[in-house]
């Protein structure tokens, strides 16, 4: 069992072994449930993603634009080097 402190302020350090073990790096979300008898269950929040969301990461990272023909080119080739 792991036993944390909670300050003056209302906040609690995680060690780094607990963190780990959740699977929690800097800058990640953690998620609490809230049970009954004052119980509570902590894990790695794990963000559902969306295909727009995805593609929104790819905006404006590149110049050059595809053309259909490029497209239908790659799909062929991926195609082809499947077993």
Do not use: C
Request: no cysteine; proline share 4%; charged share 35%.
């Amino acid at each position: 069992m792991t036993l944390l402190t909670v300050t003056a302020r209302g906040q609690v350090t995680f060690r780094k072994d607990v963190l780990k073990h959740l699977g929690i790096k800097p800058g990640d979300k953690i998620e609490l449930d809230l049970l009954p008898n004052g119980r509570g269950m902590l894990k790695a929040a794990r963000p559902e993603g969306s295909i727009d969301r995805f593609i929104g990461l790819l905006a404006n990272q590149t110049e050059k634009k595809a053309t259909l023909e490029e497209i239908d080119e790659a799909i062929r080739q991926g195609w082809s080097e499947r077993k």
